[in-house]
């Protein structure tokens, strides 16, 4: 959900020295106690089975490398990937920041996610709506636009990224719906108002046709995941029509951008009610995924101690997770709070710093960081 970083330098992107510890390695430590005390989350990633991720800018800048080795075994494109980025222009398709993510990933052994080929906000490609406006057939027009960026931003990586997000939140930002009509808020659902629900269901098998090693995955912004909650219904009900059609949907990402206030429901209510719902999802038959966590520490100022607090709150996510093995990772939207995309959003700017992630400015870890290393031990191999 990020919008791009606004830093453009590329700095030491291939220094070897910070090369992510590898399983073997943590295999030979002390099991963790319960606790995750003086375990680092690449530990508990191998303990516990489920992978344990953190968005990274194009840049990949010699902190997040170092952040990275010491504390995680995958990684998002945080907008690399994004069709914003990689098509300036029609036609144009710029491949040396992929190129040098998917290396970097690759050296490091660490599982990439690419995120994502299809968003219709804030990081659509910026010529796509005059592209249709001017076409003669503007559905054939789209489904031919879709279907290049497929072939060759998935081929060019087939067997390089383990999984995709193949559509970017595609319901509606509030209730269970589509996004119809331009909002001050957000654009239409282009590719819904084009071609209707049929889009998701096509770009999964021209995906799994480009890559069919890769797991696919749906990725939606939810901001309470329980049964009971419209939204989180609906995006139930997509994904049994899918599994129903035979799409080949692997899994769903459960973005978990902690914004909005106590007041009103936010990510999760409870552990057991998130649990609960993975579970349904799991029962579809599809792999779910935590997938943007973060937490604005200004929605807990209320609280006697925040920091604790914020540190409950990616617990009861993480322990979800463990606790339901259709779960099969869990991604923190960056590393330091000092670089978080959240403090430049027109949305929560004006509360920065947020302060939402595991490390804080320095590097060092926070209490939210044991909570989810506690939570994901839950769960032991």
């Not at 589509?178 to 819904?192: E, G, R």
């Amino acid at each position: 959900m990020a919008r791009p970083k606004t830093s453009l330098a590329v700095v030491a992107l291939f220094a070897l020295s910070a090369v992510a510890l590898p399983a073997s390695a943590a295999a030979k430590q002390k099991p963790c106690p319960r606790s995750g005390a003086g375990c680092t989350l690449v530990q508990v990633a191998a303990e516990s089975g489920i992978f344990v991720g953190t968005a990274v800018s194009n840049e990949i800048t010699a902190t997040e490398q170092v952040d990275v080795a010491a504390n995680f075994n995958a990684v998002t494109s945080e907008n690399a990937f994004k069709w914003s980025e990689m098509s300036k222009s029609a036609g144009a398709i710029d491949f040396a920041t992929t190129d040098r993510l998917v290396a970097w990933a690759r050296v490091r052994k660490l599982r990439l996610r690419a995120h994502t080929l299809f968003w219709h906000r804030i990081q659509n490609a910026p010529w796509l709506k005059a592209e249709l406006a001017a076409a003669t057939d503007p559905a054939a027009r789209l489904r031919e636009l879709m279907a290049e960026r497929i072939t060759k931003v998935v081929g060019r990586y087939r067997g390089k990224v383990a999984i995709w997000d193949v559509i970017n939140e595609p319901l509606a930002l509030f209730g269970a719906g589509y996004d119809t009509a331009d909002t001050p808020v957000t654009p239409k659902n282009i590719f819904f108002t084009t071609l209707g629900e049929g889009y998701i269901a096509d770009a999964f098998r021209r995906t799994r046709a480009a890559d069919p090693k890769a797991k696919l995955f749906l990725n939606e912004l939810l901001w309470d995941a329980r049964i009971g909650d419209p939204k989180s219904d609906a995006l139930l009900a997509l994904v049994a029509r899918l599994k129903k059609a035979r799409v080949p949907i692997d899994g769903v990402g459960i973005q978990a951008h902690a914004m909005l206030g106590t007041a009103s429901p936010w990510f999760p209510s409870t552990t057991a009610s998130l649990k609960r719902y993975i579970d349904a999802l799991g029962k579809l038959g599809v792999k779910v995924e935590i997938t943007e966590l973060d937490v604005r520490l200004p929605l807990l100022a209320d609280q006697p101690n925040p920091l604790a607090a914020q540190a409950a709150v990616y617990r009861r996510v993480a322990s979800a997770c463990a606790q339901s093995h259709a779960c099969t990772g869990l991604t923190v939207w960056g590393q330091r709070d000092s670089h978080s995309w959240l403090d430049s959003y027109s949305l929560t700017s004006a509360t920065a710093p947020n302060n939402p992630l595991l490390l804080d400015a320095s590097g060092k870890r926070k209490l939210a960081y044991q909570a989810v290393a506690a939570g994901l031990l839950e769960r032991r191999r």
